[in-house]
């Protein structure tokens, strides 16, 4: 079970909140403007990387706001949280104290074991 | 066997007598006892059958790694799989074996050891793939009745309950690791919390006698002095009989307190309380366990862990018997063999698989000085007896000497405990030397110190804790001296499991005793394929017992590599998972059961409902009236036949006050609306109503409702019972996240209105009468307009809408005044004939009108335009959430399903919900090749308006099949019923009804 810091409550168990996916998926402005393939992209594409991860929380049992995370999704870490309005964290703040549980590889399978 | 009682044991408390039954039999035990000490004081050792074999089985170890001695606690809510080890006794307490029948000694499953061959590794994939029908009528039936363990408590309510510890320190294990580092922390600021399993701390100091004296103190006296200066440090907080079941990410720790140790839970407090615990810094000392060693026979009853017996000598001042064999490959054993001499008990033979070269010294000198025969670079080939061991065999020179013996100590050596370490994504390391996995690299902020870290030198063990907890600032320096009983240093000989002399269907050397996975099984597997260990385990079911084979999941690791001649960090293990220990549901749930887990929700109508016989419906957490029963006797079918013919004769009055009902305000409250919904707001006028649509991105219908404008900045919107929540989240997530330019806000007011929903051709003329100063014409009140009135001193607002069809009319009110106004409304109809119905009736009343219900007719993969709702989308507004997924090439295909009408061509016919719409009269005898099917019936009425059946369905290009005859499957025979195709709404088309 996380902690995680609400940027408005502070911080507060995990099951008061809800993921939203993936953060900093724009909602097109005009979206009759694009072709099928642009506009399914945003409906139904989304990354999963293995690593840093920015993400959508909401307060649900609490303020009910939504704001941003960063997540370490191999360790399950939650970095940072930020506000909606606040700039993102830039990638490459992160990605030097990137660890795994067990010494796993970084990418690719979590049992190092099946890997030799 | 004939055991003894150690009167020399501190923990023995021989003036206290407890009385319980095992099996009916009435036996005497000590306060304090397990059911395990106190039966082998009676010299009791068979207490259950095994697993899959029924072999006998008895006390294997003397704690929470039994494997063996599980018995049910009848005198308990008939708690299953109970470890004897564990559970301590109580007067009355009544103690049943599992597994057997008719009776322990005689146990008829037991042919099953006979039958071995199929019962091999993978026999459960294997055996039971065919012939067609015999898993349901033969294989299940039988496995149910002769497998598993004990029997689940019937009739149960927790009254356990969670507590939450946010601490600096947590210390798993009091044992003496764990106490010097608590005397690290006393009256220091750190807060810290110690976990101790058992009921007192000093682990091992408890246990066995292989420490003297500690700062010049007796080893009790030394514990009692710690504890006082522990107890008194008022950062320090000791949970005793707690043990912690995981360990998670961010050093979140889980840990159950038995409250009812040694006594019948009382019923008016806690018996379990589930600890969750934050912590910045856990430090793990939780020991060690002893393993096994895999010989034929090894799971006789009275085969035993030797640090077990020790345990049960010391700990539970009980001598299980008083001329034990001990077979051992290690240097542990030597405080066992001591421990015995000096309560005058000679062991009958002492068999050490280590060569002579490689004893040490003290050992040999000691058991040459008090006349043991002893047998070195020799080993325990098997043992044979009937329900308890009778004769040990060893191999010894090449020779076999057969001894005749009661009990059979052994130990194959000792591993650190690294379940938790694992289990906190610690990684661990084999260690040559000591034959076992020692814990490497932590993950979160966890130390590991004394034995559970592979330090099995008590002379080590102060510097060990000093260095590893140095990083703390301002932590007590601590002074400890240790006079040992045996040699500091560890040693061992490599050995996993002993060639058997002779074989035989009875003979078996086990790997998991509750599991009943044998050696020869591992073989097996892997010589099929399964040479991973996490598929070797699944295959053949090792170490995945309750015990989790904390005894032999190492030894299993040890005979694979040999198996595969590769070494054992190669072959790795398996990843522990929590619980390290079973936890009872009871204290995972808490106080969160019944009524507390999920609540139920009634209107302010509800004592009405009860009081006319209302049958209900569980809406999400709603109960709502489902239909009415006017008469004893009257079925459902019938109460709702008569509810919906009433209505449309004269009228009807349905609760509605589930409906979500969300408020929504502000400068752009208008755009917002425009956006949320599929609906244009902008031309509407103020105090009318529309019927609404909400999607989603993908295009896809969500919910929908009816929205009221008050003016552009305030709108009322209701959504369905079931999505009220999800819809005011919805709002809130695109007002946040996508529009925040907008100046919006969006409220639930579902409790703070009563709906009531009156409709029918009679509904009028009710209508004025409870509301005598309100003008109700078409001219005044026409369809899809609202208003506000004045009524008693409140207000209620009434709108002109409709679910059925029908003339009608809704009236929301604040629920203070709703029981009465219904009450009013009532008796105002009853001469009228208003008839109150239930849900499925407003749902068949609607079906006879081609109205749909989202969530039935709907399944998220239909959007407007397959419901012909074109209507409703507002395709002149630039955007709207799922807009532009209404063009999508696959949105916008001709050919998807499409809402239709279905008329039986016989008007007889009933049509189910749920059947396939087929092309073909007749399905074949044996389906072959898949039928192809146009679609599904998602509705199925009778009419009793229309005298037949009314069903919706989706159908593939049902648009232009209007007209076309088709088939709608019956699940009860091959038979199919010939139906047309047609406009889904079959009464009053023209709207003549809702608009009167
Ligand atoms: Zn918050």
Redesign the pocket.
């Known amino acids: 079970m996380l902690i995680i810091n ?1 940027p ?2 502070g911080e ?1 168990d995990q099951s008061e909140f809800s993921n939203g996916g993936q953060a900093h998926v724009v909602r097109p402005s005009d979206p009759e403007k694009l072709n099928d393939k642009e506009w399914s992209e945003y409906v139904f594409v989304r990354s999963n990387p293995k690593g840093i991860f920015f993400e959508r929380w909401v ?1 649900s049992h ?2 009910r ?1 939504w704001f941003n995370a960063v997540r370490n999704t191999s360790t399950d870490e939650i970095i940072k949280t930020y506000k909606l309005n606040e700039k993102p964290p830039i990638l490459a703040e992160f990605t030097n104290n990137l660890k795994t549980p067990s010494g796993e590889p970084e990418l690719g399978s979590g049992n190092f074991t099946v890997k030799k | 066997m004939s055991s003894i009682n150690n009167t020399k044991s501190f923990h023995l408390i021989s003036s206290q007598k407890v009385s319980f039954t095992f099996d009916g039999k009435k036996l005497t035990g000590f306060k304090g006892d397990t059911i395990a000490s106190a039966l082998l004081r009676n010299n009791i050792n068979l207490v259950g059958r095994s697993f899959k074999y029924h072999r006998p089985r008895g006390i294997y170890s003397c704690g929470i790694e039994e494997p063996n001695a599980l018995v049910q606690i009848i005198s308990e809510h008939n708690e299953p799989n109970a470890r004897a080890t564990v559970k301590r006794i109580y007067d009355g307490m009544i103690v049943e074996s599992q597994n057997r029948w008719p009776s322990l000694k005689m146990d008829i499953g037991a042919v099953n050891n006979l039958l071995s061959p199929i019962f091999s590794a993978g026999f459960y994939y294997k055996t039971f793939m065919g012939p067609k029908g015999f898993w349901k009528k033969v294989y299940e039936p039988i496995i149910r009745k002769t497998a598993g363990l004990g029997k689940p408590p019937k009739e149960f309510r927790s009254k356990s309950t969670h507590h939450h510890h946010n601490v600096d320190v947590v210390i798993v294990g009091g044992g003496i690791s764990g106490l010097i580092a608590a005397l690290k922390f006393v009256k220091t600021n750190y807060d810290v919390l110690i976990i101790e399993q058992d009921s007192f701390l000093g682990g091992i100091l408890n246990t066995s006698k292989k420490i003297k004296e500690i700062n010049g103190l007796d080893t009790i006296e030394w514990i009692k002095k710690t504890e006082e200066l522990i107890s008194k440090s008022k950062n320090i907080k000791i949970l005793k009989d707690t043990t912690v079941s995981s360990y998670n990410y961010s050093n979140h720790l889980i840990a159950l307190e038995d409250k009812a140790v040694g006594s019948l839970p009382p019923n008016y407090k806690p018996e379990l309380v589930l600890h969750k615990i934050r912590t910045q810094h856990t430090i793990l000392a939780n020991g060690y366990i002893e393993r096994i060693l895999s010989f034929r026979n090894n799971d006789l009853p009275g085969v035993m862990l030797a640090g077990s017996f020790e345990k049960f000598v010391h700990r539970y001042g009980v001598v299980p018997e008083t001329n034990p064999i001990i077979f051992t490959n290690n240097s542990s054993t030597f405080s066992l063999l001591k421990s015995l001499i000096e309560l005058n008990c000679k062991p009958s033979a002492y068999v050490d698989n280590r060569e002579e070269n490689s004893i040490e010294k003290s050992t040999l000198d000691y058991l040459k000085n008090n006349n043991i025969p002893f047998y070195t670079g020799a080993e325990v080939e098997g043992c044979d007896g009937r329900n308890i061991i009778r004769e040990a065999f060893i191999r010894h020179k090449g020779n076999i000497i057969k001894l005749k013996t009661n009990m059979l100590c052994v130990s194959g050596g000792i591993n650190p405990d690294v379940n938790l370490f694992t289990q906190s994504k610690g990684l661990i390391k084999w260690d040559d030397n000591l034959f076992t996995f020692k814990p490497d690299k932590a993950f979160q902020n966890t130390i590991v110190i004394g034995s559970a870290s592979g330090n099995f030198n008590f002379q080590k063990l102060n510097d060990e804790i000093k260095n590893k907890l140095n990083f703390l600032k301002e932590v007590n320096d601590t002074k400890i001296e240790i006079i040992s009983n045996v040699e500091n240093d560890y040693k061992i000989s490599e050995i996993w499991d002993i060639k058997p002399e002779k074989e035989s269907l009875w003979s078996k050397s086990f790997i998991d005793i509750q599991n009943d996975v044998t050696v020869k099984d591992l073989r097996q597997a892997i010589t099929e394929g399964f040479d991973r260990i996490e598929h070797l385990k699944r295959f053949t079911t090792n170490s995945m017992g309750t015990d989790q084979g904390k005894i032999s999941s190492i030894n299993s690791l040890g005979i694979v590599s040999k198996i595969l001649n590769k070494s054992v960090s190669e072959v790795g293990t398996t990843i522990y998972r929590p619980p390290y220990a079973p936890l009872s549901f009871s204290a995972i749930a808490g106080r969160n059961t019944y009524e507390f887990y999920d609540p139920k929700r009634k209107t302010p109508i509800h004592s009405w409902h009860i009081d006319n016989n209302a049958v209900f419906e569980d809406v999400g957490q709603w109960k709502r009236p489902w239909y009415f029963k006017n008469k004893k006797g009257e079925t459902m079918h019938q109460a709702v036949q008569r509810e919906s013919k009433q209505l449309r004769e004269s009228a009807g009055i349905l609760d509605g006050s589930t409906l979500g009902k969300i408020e929504v305000k502000g400068k752009d409250a208008l755009e917002f609306m425009n956006l949320m919904y599929t609906n244009a707001f902008t031309k509407m006028k103020p105090m009318t109503s529309r019927y609404v649509l909400m999607l989603g991105e993908d295009g896809m219908i969500k919910d929908d409702g009816i929205v009221s404008k008050i003016n552009d900045q305030h709108f009322i919107a209701t959504t369905t019972t079931g999505g009220a929540p999800k819809v005011l989240a919805d709002m809130e997530e695109y007002a946040q996240t996508e529009w925040p330019h907008l100046e919006v806000y969006m409220n639930s007011i579902t409790e703070q209105f009563s709906t009531f929903n009156i409709s029918g051709p009679k509904s009028r003329a009710i209508m004025r009468k409870v509301f005598s100063n309100i003008d109700f014409s078409n001219e005044k009140f026409p369809f899809m307009t609202f208003n506000n009135f004045k009524y008693l001193d409140t207000e209620v607002r009434i709108m002109r809408a409709s679910f059925t069809g029908e003339l009608g009319y809704e009236i929301y009110i604040s629920p203070k005044y709703a029981l009465e106004l219904w009450k009013k409304i009532f008796h105002s109809g009853k001469n009228l004939g208003l008839v109150p119905y239930g849900t499925e009736t407003m749902h068949l009343l609607r079906a006879e009108k081609g109205y749909i219900v989202v969530g039935q007719d709907t399944d998220g993969t239909v959007t407007p335009i397959d419901l012909n709702l074109n209507w409703m989308i507002g395709k002149n507004k630039k955007d709207f959430i799922g807009k532009r997924s209404l063009s999508r090439s696959d949105t916008a295909r001709e050919d998807r399903k499409q809402l239709v009408g279905i008329l039986p061509l016989d008007k007889n016919k009933k049509i189910l919900e749920g059947q396939h719409i087929l092309e073909i009269n007749k399905l074949p005898k044996k389906i072959e090749t898949p039928i192809e099917y146009l679609g599904h019936v998602t509705s199925s009425y009778h009419s009793p308006n229309l005298k037949h059946f009314v069903a919706m369905a989706l159908v593939k290009g049902g648009n232009k099949l209007m007209g076309k005859k088709v088939y709608v499957s019956d699940p009860s025979k091959s038979e199919t019923i010939p139906v047309e195709i047609v406009n889904p709404v079959f009464l009053d088309p023209e709207n003549k009804r809702l608009l009167s």
């Open positions: 609400c408005y409550c507060r307060h609490g303020c706001k």
